[in-house]
């Protein structure tokens, strides 16, 4: 598994900086921008849902009661199933769920995140298995060079570049410039890994 010391190594060759005559520091000066766009990376591949940026847990709910907590690592909801049907528990917003009037066990949810709890009506009678999908948090902030990179090393070439770039521009400040880097940056990643997302099949209609 790559780390940020290997991205770090990669940049200083794109920026032909390996001598460390510019940048004199990685830590100081590098992993800041590196870890900036991790972050941002990170917001691209959950607003275009990239499937190896998912992930799925198992949630037990427990009798005549109204919630569950939530993942540990959880970030961005994709969805909530029931195992034993297969159905999709109805995500609602505050308004829908102030308003709910003794509902179906385990047909809506709700979402508690100050609380890191997951609401849901109508209160289940028993125990019951839910699988919930979900974007998970990627907090680069406590990274250091030697931390592992996410997503299993396949963003490290976009967040060289990305890197790379902006270390060349940091001198001339240029606002435009960066706009351009970070859009170059987006589209490198959604045109590398959008082909993971299955192709929408419509289904046949009534003539």
Do not use: C
Not at 62 to 89: M, N
Not at 128 to 143: G, H, K, N, Q, W
Not at 156 to 165: G, N, Q
Not at 179 to 188: A, M
């Amino acid at each position: 598994m790559s780390t940020v010391a290997d991205v770090i190594a990669d940049v200083r060759v794109e920026i032909n900086d390996v001598s460390k005559t510019r940048f004199s520091s990685d830590t100081s000066e590098i992993l800041p921008i590196v870890k900036q766009a991790i972050r941002r990376a990170n917001r691209v591949v959950q607003r275009h849902s990239i499937p190896f940026a998912k992930t799925s847990a198992t949630l037990t709910t427990v009798a005549d009661t109204a919630y569950v907590s939530l993942p540990s690592d959880f970030d961005i909801p994709i969805g909530i199933w029931r195992d034993d049907t297969d159905e999709r528990l109805t995500h609602v917003n505050e308004q829908v769920w102030e308003t709910l009037d003794s509902p179906a066990a385990l047909t809506y949810w709700f979402l508690d995140i100050e609380n890191s709890r997951i609401y849901l009506a109508g209160t289940p009678d028993s125990a019951e298995t839910l699988t919930i999908r979900y974007f998970p948090t990627v907090d680069p902030s406590a990274y250091t060079t030697a931390s592992t990179m996410p997503w299993s090393g396949r963003l490290d070439d976009a967040i060289t570049r990305y890197v790379a770039l902006r270390l060349q521009n940091i001198d001339e400040m240029n606002v435009k410039t960066d706009e351009n880097i970070l859009t170059d940056f987006e589209n490198s990643i959604i045109q590398t890994y959008m082909y993971q997302n299955p192709p929408i099949v419509e289904g046949a209609r009534w003539l």
